[in-house]
C-alpha cells in the first residue's frame, strides 16, 4: 500500500517534467504567446469585455401615467412582468405598455382605465379588442423598449423568433423606411424592421404587425447583426443597445403601418432622453 505524501509525488511529477526539453520548449511558448496577447492587446487599447453604460434616464421617466399622451395615444397599462417572464427577458430595465389612440376609441372607453389595477385593465383591453375589431389598426397599440448593456454576444428576443415560437408564422417581412416627421436625424426617416405574423393555431385569422429597430452605441439600426458586429467591436471600450418594438392586431398591414408612425414621430422624442451620451462617454 503506498502511503507517499501526494505533495511529495506531485513534486516529484513537476520536477520529471521539467527535465524534459520538450515541455520545456512547450511551456515557454505559451508563456511568451500569453505575455505577448497581454502586451498586444494594452498596445492596440483592445477590449475583450464591454463596460456597462448607465442609461441618462430610467426607461420609467417615459411618461405613461394616466392620461399621458403621445399625440392621440393615452397610455393605459403598467409596465409589469412575472419573475419568470422578466428572468427569461434577460433584464430589469424595460418598459412594456398598451397605448389608446383618442381620436378613435371612444372617451368613455378610455375614461374606463382610470383608478383600475393592471389585471382589471387587461381584461377591459381585451373587451375593448372586440368592440374596436377592424379598427384596431388605429385603436390599440402595444409599444416596449428593452436595454441590455455589458455585453457582447447574440441580440436577444428579436420578434423571428419570440412570435414563432408562440406559433405565429411570418408572412411579409420588409425593411421599410418610416418617416417620422419631427425625429433628429439627417433625413427625418429610420429604418425598421417591419413584420407580419398571422396565428396558425386560431380558427380565425388573427395578425399581429410588428415593427422593431435598435439604438446601439448612440445609433440606430433595423439588423441585429449590426447590433451584435457594433458590440463585438474590440476598440470599443462600451456597449449597449436598446431594442424598441411596437404591436398592433389587424390584418391591414398598411393602415397599422401609419399608427405606428404616427405614434413614434410622438413618443420618441421621450425615448432617446433615456439613452446614454454615446459620444460623452470617458476615454473611447
Same mark, same amino acid.
Given at each position: 500500500?503506498?502511503?507517499?505524501?501526494?505533495?511529495?509525488?506531485? /513534486?516529484?511529477?513537476?520536477?520529471?517534467?521539467?527535465?524534459?526539453?520538450?515541455?520545456?520548449?512547450?511551456?515557454?511558448?505559451?508563456?511568451?504567446?500569453?505575455?505577448?496577447?497581454?502586451?498586444?492587446?494594452?498596445?492596440?487599447?483592445l477590449h475583450f469585455k464591454k463596460l456597462s453604460?448607465?442609461?441618462? *434616464?430610467?426607461?420609467?421617466?417615459?411618461?405613461?401615467?394616466?392620461?399621458?399622451?403621445?399625440?392621440?395615444?393615452?397610455?393605459?397599462?403598467?409596465?409589469?412582468?412575472?419573475?419568470?417572464?422578466?428572468?427569461?427577458?434577460?433584464?430589469?430595465?424595460?418598459?412594456?405598455?398598451?397605448?389608446?389612440?383618442?381620436?378613435?376609441?371612444?372617451?368613455?372607453?378610455?375614461?374606463?382605465?382610470?383608478?383600475?389595477?393592471? *389585471?382589471?385593465?387587461?381584461?377591459?383591453?381585451?373587451?375593448?379588442?372586440?368592440?374596436?375589431?377592424?379598427?384596431?389598426?388605429?385603436?390599440?397599440?402595444?409599444?416596449?423598449?428593452?436595454?441590455?448593456?455589458?455585453?457582447?454576444d447574440t441580440v436577444a428576443h428579436i420578434?423571428?423568433?419570440?412570435?414563432?415560437?408562440?406559433?405565429?408564422?411570418?408572412?411579409?417581412?420588409?425593411?421599410?423606411?418610416? $418617416?417620422?416627421?419631427?425625429?433628429?436625424?439627417?433625413?427625418?426617416?429610420? $429604418?425598421?424592421?417591419?413584420?407580419?405574423?398571422?396565428?396558425?393555431?386560431?380558427? @380565425?385569422?388573427?395578425?399581429?404587425?410588428?415593427?422593431?429597430?435598435? *439604438?446601439?452605441?448612440?445609433?440606430?439600426?433595423?439588423?441585429?447583426?449590426?447590433?451584435?458586429?457594433?458590440?463585438?467591436?474590440?476598440?470599443?471600450?462600451?456597449?449597449?443597445?436598446?431594442?424598441?418594438?411596437?404591436?398592433?392586431?389587424?390584418?391591414?398591414?398598411? /393602415?397599422?403601418?401609419? @399608427?405606428?408612425?404616427?405614434?413614434?414621430?410622438?413618443?420618441?422624442?421621450?425615448?432617446?432622453?433615456?439613452?446614454?451620451?454615446?459620444?460623452?462617454?470617458?476615454?473611447?
Amino acid at each position: 500500500m503506498n502511503t507517499q505524501d501526494p505533495k511529495a509525488i506531485f /513534486k516529484k511529477a513537476a520536477i520529471g517534467l521539467f527535465r524534459q526539453p520538450s515541455f520545456l520548449v512547450a511551456f515557454a511558448v505559451l508563456l511568451l504567446a500569453a505575455v505577448g496577447l497581454n502586451a498586444a492587446t494594452q498596445f492596440m487599447q483592445l477590449h475583450f469585455k464591454k463596460l456597462s453604460v448607465p442609461l441618462a *434616464h430610467s426607461l420609467d421617466t417615459i411618461p405613461m401615467t394616466f392620461p399621458t399622451k403621445f399625440g392621440s395615444w393615452v397610455c393605459v397599462s403598467k409596465d409589469q412582468l412575472t419573475d419568470d417572464i422578466q428572468q427569461e427577458l434577460a433584464t430589469d430595465q424595460y418598459v412594456m405598455r398598451y397605448y389608446l389612440n383618442t381620436a378613435v376609441v371612444e372617451k368613455s372607453d378610455v375614461a374606463s382605465f382610470e383608478g383600475k389595477d393592471n *389585471h382589471e385593465r387587461m381584461t377591459i383591453l381585451a373587451k375593448l379588442r372586440d368592440k374596436y375589431r377592424g379598427r384596431l389598426d388605429r385603436a390599440i397599440i402595444n409599444f416596449a423598449v428593452t436595454y441590455y448593456t455589458g455585453k457582447a454576444d447574440t441580440v436577444a428576443h428579436i420578434p423571428e423568433r419570440c412570435y414563432t415560437a408562440d406559433g405565429y408564422e411570418p408572412t411579409e417581412s420588409i425593411t421599410e423606411r418610416w $418617416d417620422l416627421k419631427d425625429k433628429q436625424s439627417p433625413d427625418g426617416n429610420l $429604418d425598421v424592421r417591419y413584420i407580419s405574423f398571422d396565428d396558425q393555431a386560431a380558427t @380565425a385569422k388573427i395578425r399581429r404587425n410588428v415593427g422593431y429597430f435598435f *439604438h446601439v452605441n448612440g445609433g440606430y439600426t433595423s439588423d441585429p447583426k449590426r447590433v451584435r458586429i457594433a458590440l463585438q467591436n474590440l476598440w470599443e471600450k462600451y456597449g449597449y443597445y436598446a431594442k424598441i418594438e411596437l404591436m398592433i392586431q389587424d390584418v391591414d398591414r398598411e /393602415k397599422s403601418a401609419e @399608427a405606428m408612425q404616427e405614434f413614434l414621430t410622438a413618443a420618441l422624442p421621450d425615448i432617446e432622453k433615456c439613452f446614454p451620451n454615446w459620444a460623452a462617454l470617458p476615454n473611447r
